[in-house]
């Protein structure tokens, strides 16, 4: 048996678990230095930007258009292996477009989906007044909605991946902090504080952890944090209960996450001079006016939580960071997914099963 060892258990490396557990004749271990689903999975949004976004070519489209697809048949089939309900809105992505500029450019990506086989749809003030009767429309000059986009609840989905891998003979180990990677005649060992596993490849899904680890093996690894604060309202159905997509304007989300429930984000801060990142409450603020601007339904609503996280983007190279560890064949990092963890989990786990497989 070919043994590979995953390091990471959000949701990149639990669906590289789950995705590789139909290979023949490999043992998979995914290991984590936290209790459970935590760190940047615990705290997205779970929002699914593919034919909304502007990529429409090369790897950064292929890579969400395979995503797209595979989570239409992902989540009924996880769902059936662990028996339970994910959170998983059909209902697709609203854009709501007020810049001249940005309304022309989606004029254009609706013209080369439909040449893709996607459709975009462009919605005049009037639809959007009639399907969306809660927003402000005024301001907008239009809007885009992409109903074959998506959105899951992401700590859901990575704990049934977890659990529908384990069913497939996946082994997880949690709190188990990495403190030595080192390479060997037989492959690689990877020591934490308990015990050491013997691994013929390695794969490094650890997100912000990543560098770390790639550092026992002399590679140096650039990714850095981007925190994001979001916060959740509770009270009444916003617009037709019957039409709850997520809405997105200047890079603000609105996304149902239940009946009559809301998750507002996401902030976008970087860290400081000093390599410090705090959550900016005028950031957060400024937020939350944006979002209750063209949702002004909001402000009725009952403020129930609010969170911050950290997310890995890799400095100078475009994210994610899909290849082999510079100087070891077999090693595989999986990491750096910025603001598109969830989306692309499925078609990173795509990429690498060929890979290992050579």
Known sequence: MTQILIIGCGVIGAMIAYELSSMAGVQITAIDRTSGVQGCTSAALGVMMGCISQKTKGRAWQMRETSIRRYDTLIPELETLCQQT?????????????????WQQKQKLAETRQSQGWDLQLWSRETLQERCPHLAVEPCLGAVYSPQDRQVHPKILTECLIKAA???????KFGEDVVNLVADNSGYRVQTQSQEWQADRVIIAAGLGSPFLAQYLQTPLDIRPVLGQAIAYEGEILGDPDFQPAITSGDVHVVPSGVGSYWVGATVEFPDEQDEIIADKQLFNEMIEVAIGFCPGLQHLNMTEKWSGLRPRPHNQPAPIISQLPGHEQVWLA??????????????????IPLLQS
């Open 86 to 102: 994910i959170p998983y809105n059909r209902q697709g992505i609203l854009m709501l477009c007020r810049d001249e500029q940005k």
């Open 335 to 352: 990491t750096g997914h910025y603001r598109n963890g969830v989306l692309l989990a499925p078609a990173t786990a795509q990429i690498l």
């Open 166 to 172: 384990q069913m497939r003979g996946v082994r997880f």
